[in-house]
């Protein structure tokens, strides 16, 4: 999948002091996601019923 066009958005959550942050941009039916402090490396795709599934879990977690 092609994200050079891809716009990214930072998590809500994630600070502006250089902390851990995750962005992710939405191409079609799929959600990227990346570590911003490396832009350039690898990424994780997921369906959006995948991502909330992910999301849920690491909150009852």
């Known amino acids: 999948m092609d994200l050079t066009t891809a716009t990214w958005h930072k998590a809500s959550r994630s600070t ?3 902390g851990q942050c995750v962005e ?3 191409i ?5 996601i990346r570590d911003s402090k490396d832009p350039h490396g690898p990424k994780l795709l997921l369906t ?4 909330h599934h992910l999301t849920q879990t ?3 977690s």
């Open 16 to 18: 502006s002091n250089g």
């Open 24 to 26: 992710l941009a939405r």
């Open 28 to 32: 079609d039916d799929t959600i990227a």
């Open 48 to 51: 959006p019923q995948t991502l």
């Open 58 to 60: 690491i909150k009852n």
